[in-house]
């Protein structure tokens, strides 16, 4: 079983930046953000692959980084010219492989984007 705890979540104003953080109960290699706005399916934001590259959504490439510890313990997600559509839900997510892929999901983070 793997806990993931995020921090992070905010108010912010349009073109702000803010840093979700991921902490997870192990060391993990593919982690990544997903976002779920009610009403729609939850989307991947960014993630680390198996081998270690890093994909993002079209819509957030080229303001938002993720990275890591080096332990692989903490993924943070560090956002940047925020737009008032970045506004929702934010989920920190691990697959790990027991006798399948397993997802595991943090509790969310709100991230509001108004001025």
């Known amino acids: 079983q793997v806990q993931l705890v995020e921090s992070g979540g905010d108010l912010v104003q349009p073109g702000g930046s803010l840093r979700l953080s991921c902490a997870a109960s192990?060391?993990?290699?593919?982690m990544g953000w997903y976002r779920q706005t009610p009403g729609k399916q939850r989307e991947l934001v960014a993630a680390?692959?198996?081998?270690?590259?890093?994909n993002y959504a079209d819509s957030v490439k080229g303001r938002f980084t993720i990275s890591r510890d080096n332990a692989k313990t903490t993924v943070y997600l560090q956002m940047n010219s925020l737009k008032p559509e970045d506004t929702t839900v934010y989920y920190c997510?691990?697959?790990?492989?027991?006798?399948?892929?397993?997802?595991?999901w943090g509790q969310g983070s709100q991230v509001t984007v108004s001025s």
């Open positions: 680390f692959t198996r081998d270690g590259t890093t």
């Open positions: 997510n691990a697959k790990v492989w027991g006798s399948k892929l397993y997802d595991y």
């Open positions: 192990a060391s993990i290699n593919r």
